[in-house]
Antibody, heavy 122, light 107 residues
Framework: QVQLVQSGAEVKKPGASVKVSCKAS????????ISWVRQAPGQGLEWMGW????????NYAQKLQGRVTMTTDTSTSTAYMELRSLRSDDTAVYYC???????????????WGQGTLVTVSS | SYVLTQPPSVSVAPGKTARITCGGN??????VHWYQQKPGQAPVLVIY???DRPSGIPERFSGSNSGNTATLTISRVEAGDEADYYCQVWDSSSDWVFGGGTKLTVL
C-alpha cells in the first residue's frame, strides 16, 4: 500500500532552518511528484511547492521563493523540504502529498503524509 | 491570483443532505478536487476531477462543477462526516490553490 512517512516534530528558533523528510513506499517513486502543503494552527491549507521525483524539476509558491528548497533522493524514495530564515508565522504542520510527475498537471494529491509539526519560537 | 471562496461553516441534521460550495471565477473551466480533514489528521481526497470518487469513498459523496461554483454534496449525512472540507484547483497564474475550508457540523 502507498505510504508517505514524514520525520518527527521540530522546534526551531527564529532565523534557523528546518528540513523535513517524506519517505515514500508502495509505488514507483519516480512516476510521481511530491507537493508540500502547510497548515498553520487553526488555519486552512497552503500549497508550498512541488518537485518531480522523475526529473527533479521544482515549482515553488511565490511567497516562499528564496526561502524554500525541495529535493529528492531517488535511491531511498525520499523527498525533502528545507525552509530557511524561519519566522514565528512559519509555525505549522507540514504535509507532503503525492501528485503529478510533471509540471502543469492537474492531478490531485491522492496520498498524504501524516504531517510534521514545526514550531518556531524563541 | 486565483481565489476560491467557501462558506466557513455548514450544519446539517443526520440523514439529510449537505452541500458545500466553492466559488471561483469561471471555476467550471477548471478541474476541482475536494479533501476531507478530521481533527488531528491529514487531509483525505474524497472527490477528484469535479465528480470522480476514489476507491473507498462512499457513494454518498458526489461533486459537480459549473459556471462560477463547484459543489460537494454529501447525502444521508452521518456523524462521521463531521470534518473540514477543502476545495482545490490548479491555476496557471497561481499554481495550486485551496479554498479557505468549510467546517461541516452534524447536528
Amino acid at each position: 500500500q502507498v505510504q508517505l512517512v514524514q520525520s518527527g516534530a521540530e522546534v526551531k528558533k527564529p532565523g534557523a532552518s528546518v528540513k523535513v523528510s517524506c519517505k515514500a513506499s508502495g509505488y514507483t517513486f519516480t512516476s510521481y511528484g511530491i507537493s508540500w502543503v502547510r497548515q498553520a494552527p487553526g488555519q486552512g491549507l497552503e500549497w508550498m511547492g512541488w518537485i518531480s521525483a522523475y526529473n527533479g524539476n521544482t515549482n515553488y509558491a511565490q511567497k516562499l521563493q528564496g526561502r524554500v528548497t525541495m529535493t529528492t533522493d531517488t535511491s531511498t524514495s525520499t523527498a525533502y523540504m528545507e525552509l530557511r530564515s524561519l519566522r514565528s508565522d512559519d509555525t505549522a504542520v507540514y504535509y507532503c502529498a503525492r501528485g503529478a510527475q510533471l509540471l502543469y498537471n492537474e492531478r490531485p494529491f491522492d496520498y498524504w503524509g501524516q504531517g510534521t509539526l514545526v514550531t518556531v519560537s524563541s | 491570483s486565483y481565489v476560491l471562496t467557501q462558506p466557513p461553516s455548514v450544519s446539517v441534521a443526520p440523514g439529510k443532505t449537505a452541500r458545500i460550495t466553492c466559488g471561483g471565477n469561471n471555476i467550471g473551466s477548471k478541474s476541482v478536487h475536494w479533501y476531507q480533514q478530521k481533527p488531528g489528521q491529514a487531509p483525505v481526497l474524497v472527490i477528484y476531477y469535479d465528480s470522480d470518487r476514489p476507491s473507498g469513498i462512499p457513494e454518498r459523496f458526489s461533486g459537480s462543477n459549473s459556471g462560477n461554483t463547484a459543489t460537494l454534496t454529501i447525502s444521508r449525512v452521518e456523524a462521521g462526516d463531521e470534518a473540514d472540507y477543502y476545495c482545490q484547483v490548479w491555476d496557471s497564474s497561481s499554481d495550486w490553490v485551496f479554498g479557505g475550508g468549510t467546517k461541516l457540523t452534524v447536528l
